[in-house]
């Protein structure tokens, strides 16, 4: 039930994103850009790079970019190559690595 639950919250925050790709930037309280571009800037300025991604439908990809000092950025792409930052913070965790060392792994 929680996972049913967690991934429904994802759907309408990834559904709520690709709407916000629509809007102008002008109105748009959201950074976006060329794709390309917005991962050059994540590389230069906080040295993220991409730990995986996630398809939304047809309409966009979800990245997740992260660096060795634990900031990270959530980044959806539309089908226009027009991206956007959905989320960033710090404090990154690979919850697969920390499982590994504590299982001896």
């Not at 991934?7 to 060329?34: E, H, K, T, Y």
């Not at 990245?63 to 959530?74: D, F, K």
Request: charged share 15%.
């Amino acid at each position: 039930m929680a996972r049913v639950f967690s991934f429904r919250w994802m759907r309408i925050a990834a559904i709520g994103a690709v709407m916000a790709l629509a809007v102008s930037p002008v109105r748009a309280q959201v950074v976006c850009g060329g794709h390309s571009d917005l991962v050059a800037e994540l590389a230069q300025a906080f040295q993220e790079k991409q730990v995986g991604y996630g398809v939304v439908g047809q309409k966009a990809v979800i990245e997740i970019y992260v660096s060795e000092s634990g900031t990270w950025t959530m980044l959806i792409t539309g089908v226009k190559d027009r991206s956007c930052i959905l989320a960033s913070g710090d404090g990154w965790e690979n919850t697969l690595a920390v499982a590994a060392t504590a299982h001896g792994l």
